[in-house]
Nanobody, 122 residues
């Protein structure tokens, strides 16, 4: 199983980015997926998860309606649309296949992508 994340970059405060994750080598449509992030000198934290159908989603409190997770099973792809980015959103963002859409911890992840760096300047 391979997960390939992309879409990170440098943006100013208030900007937006669309992160993508392509899954290869597994039946993507039956797997719950999630996004996580890890800031410098911080532990990896959960951002959002989506169930296999794309209907059920869950978000961390700090998202505050600024991020949207969604998936396209026909393309084996998951995305995270981010808006109103803040400097504290600066981190490496990881996609992962998770055990359950109810997952709230990196410990629930079964497979990880390589990460994509998001930098938000003030």
């Amino acid at each position: 199983v391979q997960l390939q994340a992309s879409g990170g970059g440098l943006v100013q405060t208030g900007g937006s980015l669309r992160l993508s994750c392509v899954v290869l080598g597994r039946t993507f449509s039956v797997v719950s997926m999630g996004w996580f992030r890890q800031a410098p000198r911080e532990e990896r934290e959960w951002i959002a998860t989506v169930d296999w159908s794309g209907v059920l989603t869950s978000y961390a409190d700090f998202v505050e309606g600024r991020f949207t997770i969604f998936r396209d099973n026909a393309k084996n792809m998951m995305e995270l649309q981010t808006v109103s980015l803040k400097p504290e959103d600066t981190a490496v963002y990881y996609c992962a296949a998770v055990k359950s859409y109810a997952c709230r911890s990196p410990l629930c992840a079964e497979y990880w992508g390589q990460g994509t760096l998001v930098t938000v300047s003030s």
